[in-house]
């Protein structure tokens, strides 16, 4: 007899079963993905144990999902190694919202390729081929990955070899692959596919090493749900912010600078309105603002810890003959300007706020416009505390994270990142944080995940993840609670007993990276900012010659009441103006002839209303003012 709990019920079963047999009893087989036992997410065909908590996935988890994606991976590297059977293999794991593979191909792909691949995946979907899950020893495996010369395989093979452990295959029908799983029980759940480009990329991520063939594909259970990601993928080509900022004039991504982005007159306008956004806010809540070098010495960061941690990520410099570092972080700045002057314990909640510039090294292969660059301004605060009080702060937090999130119409999801094996401190510490961090966030009765192992190296952290108008999530906000860094520096205060104490601190960004935050907010109001944050709020329109002096005065009084706008004064036909002007996503447009003249009207036109008429010239400017004051989306 077995006694497991499956999805929260309890069983009994007269005899071993494995998770896909528990999928099947409680009629889940055919939606069924990977399985969740004690918390560890694994395949289907893995053995109940008494006692077992068993959670069935499906395509609508997270990792039932990239089960379901890994598996159409392997189902279009057995089409590759079918069509182009002297194809080396490399890796091909499942990604957010898909997949991808890596080849070493004799011949360029192409998207008439992609056809090809796409017909033969059908035909494998349609043989429904059980995936079997087999291992070998490191020895066995390396060399039957050499009898079928996988060398990539190989050199992955050899590094895991080397703990001694069993090596995990999987087969479906005549294709192998190194692979631990978990994937789906047949490649007839594959129902629905599509491969969406190809690319190239560098084994391993790194220009040294050759150049790969990797094709992008999604996969879906159903045909239509399918379709509906394929419109979300169309409307997602259109928001590019990488497109959209060089159309509205916002950024440019140069080949002198790679990973180093330059901000056109508009795009400053954007930037600093976002960035007068966040100093009010933080005003509010409490915040003093600081500014500390991007250029400190090598010292500095072995002291921070960093240098052990970030060296392959640092820039780095020779200055008096002593060694430098460019900074990849604001911490240890902060931690220096702490240090200035003595603290007590009545300076505390210390609230700390920087704007940053960091610059990190990132692969050129990863740098992806405003999403990936190597310079960014990084809105990073400290906080700066006693042991009683980091909960109250966090839930402070919390509440600025709220008021900015909503201004921008994101939603977000917390997840809660526990202590990794790279961590510096005593477990019990770190144990006592994370409580501290899950009770904060249950007191403010909201919801969170736990992401085990993936705290920073000295606290642990909770992670924000937005998501935008179109479904797809980001992570900016980040709140990570430090015990070390304060021992490393030797941070001290006067506490009430007249003694000298360690302050514990909080690390944490709102926006993230401004940079990344300019980039998400492009993509998610497809270029059509809000009235406050426009670059360009309003652009008025002459028809005659005497409505050009007209314009003029408008946008001098616009001007004076902090909105900002300009005049199109040019000889062209209005239908042009207007269509220009909506190119360039303008909020609102005043077209201003003889008759508005006369009356001290405008003839309102509005981004998101359309022709809203003549209206009297001060309705419409105080409509555009509050509207402008109360940040309306």
Known sequence: M???????????????????????????????????????????????????????????????????????SHVLAQAVKRLFPNTKLAIGPA????????????????????????????????????????????????????????????????????????????????????????????????????????????????????????????????????????????EAKKRDHRKLGKELGLFALLDEGPGFPFFLPKGMVLRNTLLDYWREVHKKYGYVEISTPIILNQELWHRSGHWDHYKDNMYTTVIDDGDYAVKPMNCPGGMLLYKIEPKSYRDFPL????????????????????FRVRCFTQDDAHIFMTWDQVESEIQGVVR???????????????????????????????????????????????????????????????????????????????????????????????????????????????????????????????????LWLSPEQVRILPVTDRAKEYGEKIAARLDSLGIRSSVDNRNEKIGYKIRQAQLEKIPYFFIVGDKEVEENTVSLRSRKEGDLGASPLDEVIDRIVTENAEKTR
């Not at 609230?351 to 405003?370: D, I, K």
């Not at 966030?441 to 179109?470: Q, T, W």
């Open 2 to 72: 077995i006694k497991v709990t499956v999805n929260g019920e309890a069983k009994e079963f007269e005899s071993a079963l494995s998770a896909f047999d528990a999928a099947r009893e409680m009629g889940l087989a055919k939606t069924a993905c990977a399985a969740e036992i004690n918390g560890k997410t694994v395949d289907l065909r893995t053995a109940l144990e008494d006692g077992n908590e068993v959670k069935i996935l499906t395509f609508e988890d997270e990792q039932g999902q990239r089960a379901f994606n890994h598996t159409a």
């Open 95 to 234: 990604i957010d919202n898909g997949f991808y593979y890596d080849f070493d191909t004799e011949e360029p792909f192409t998207a008439e390729t992609l056809l090809k691949l796409e017909a033969e995946m059908k035909k494998i979907v349609k043989e429904s081929i059980r995936l079997e899950q087999f291992t070998l020893s490191p020895e066995d495996a390396i060399k039957h990955l050499e009898e079928q010369n996988e060398p990539y395989k190989v050199e992955l093979c050899r590094e895991h070899g080397d703990k001694g452990e069993p090596i995990s295959f999987y087969k479906q029908g005549d294709f192998t692959d190194l692979c631990a799983g978990p994937h789906l029980m047949s490649t007839s759940s594959v129902k629905a596919f599509k491969l969406t480009s190809v690319t190239g990329a560098y084994w391993r991520g790194s220009e040294k090493n050759k150049m790969l063939t990797r094709i992008y594909g999604t996969a879906f259970p159903s045909k239509d749900a399918l379709a509906e990601h394929l419109e979300r993928l169309e």
């Open 351 to 370: 609230r700390m706020a920087e704007l940053g510039l960091v610059h990190r090294h990132e692969l050129s292969g990863a740098l992806h416009g405003l």
């Open 400 to 530: 600025l994270f709220d008021e900015v999130y909503s201004t921008f119409a994101l939603t977000y999801k917390i997840e809660i990142s526990t202590m990794p094996e790279d961590h510096i401190g005593e477990k019990e510490t770190w144990d006592m944080a994370t409580d501290m961090l899950k009770k904060a966030v249950s007191e403010m009765g909201k919801e969170y995940v736990i992401n085990e192992g993936d705290g920073a190296f000295y606290g642990p952290k909770i992670d924000f993840h937005l998501s935008d108008s179109l479904g797809r999530t980001w992570q900016c906000g980040t709140i990570q609670l430090d015990m070390q860094m304060p021992e490393r520096f030797e941070l001290e205060y006067t506490g009430a007993d007249g003694e000298k104490h360690r302050p514990v601190m909080i690390h944490r960004a709102c926006l993230g990276s401004i940079e990344r935050f300019i980039g998400v907010i492009t993509e998610h109001f497809a270029g059509a900012f809000p």
